[in-house]
């Protein structure tokens, strides 16, 4: 069985910085994409960025390009996201998400597997 475990959230002032962290507990034999999801309150939940775990570009939202960046450690089987000059509008819970399977996916609805999310909050 796959656990997300997320951490990182918090509340910072707008032009500020997090990072966020989800540790993943997967067999290592699995291969498997990894992705940061984002929902708002009254909006869907949407697509941030992902990352193939073996390697390969990563994609973003056109929203985040250029101020978030997501990376990962193998050793640590841990997915992070770099925020950088966050707006008020980054505020939302964000979600760690997994798909078995290479190949970079967006839908909401690829991923197999989330954690809890956890909350970030922008002030202006």
């Known amino acids: 069985q796959v656990q997300l475990v997320e951490s990182g959230g918090g509340l910072v002032q707008a032009g500020g910085s997090l990072r966020l962290s989800c540790a993943a507990s997967v067999r290592t034999f699995v291969t498997y994409t990894m992705a940061w999801f984002r929902q708002a309150p009254g909006k869907e939940r949407e697509f941030v960025a992902v990352v193939n775990w073996s390697g390969g570009p990563a994609d973003y939202a056109d929203s985040v390009k250029g101020r978030f960046t997501i990376s990962k450690d193998n050793a640590k089987n841990t997915l992070y996201l770099q925020m950088n000059s966050l707006k008020p509008e980054d505020t939302a819970v964000y979600y760690c998400?997994?798909?078995?399977?290479?190949?970079?996916?967006?839908?909401?609805?690829?991923?197999?597997?989330w954690g809890q999310g956890t909350q970030v909050t922008v002030s202006s």
């Open positions: 998400a997994l798909r078995v399977g290479v190949g970079i996916r967006t839908a909401r609805t690829s991923y197999d597997y």
